[in-house]
């Protein structure tokens, strides 16, 4: 399984950014897909979730700003709008993950992205 994350980047506060996942390696449709991040210093959280049945799912203090779609066969995207300095960490997304109505969360199968670098200035 490869995970491919891009559109990373440097942006101002209020600003949008849009990240992407391709995904390879597996049936992308038959699995729950992910986004998480990890600022420096602090342990990496969930930020939301695609069911493979179609629910979308979102971390109570990331809904509103965070929009997760899947774009087409294989890709997985993170919309970030209003973003905040408090934003700035490494965004991943992941598969083989626990996704449900609050609840995102890794699990011992999980794949991870090699990540991509949000950095949002004051």
């Known amino acids: 399984v490869q995970m491919v994350e891009s559109g990373g980047g440097l942006v101002q506060e209020g600003g949008s950014l849009r990240l992407a996942c391709i995904v390879s390696?597996?049936?992308?449709?038959?699995?729950?897909m992910g986004w998480f991040r990890q600022a420096p210093g602090k342990e990496r959280e969930g930020i939301g979730c695609?069911?493979?049945?179609?629910?979308i799912w979102y971390v109570d203090s990331m809904k509103g700003r965070f929009t997760i779609s899947r774009d087409d066969a294989y890709s997985l995207s993170l919309q970030m709008n209003n973003l905040e300095p408090e934003d700035t960490a490494m965004y991943y997304c992941?598969?083989?993950?626990?996704?449900?109505?609050?609840?995102?969360?890794?699990?011992?199968?999980?794949?991870w992205g090699q990540g991509t670098q949000v950095t949002v200035a004051s």
């Open positions: 992941a598969t083989a993950i626990r996704c449900q109505a609050g609840t995102v969360a890794a699990s011992r199968q999980t794949y």
């Open positions: 390696g597996l049936t992308f449709r038959d699995y729950d």
């Open positions: 695609s069911e493979w049945r179609g629910g």
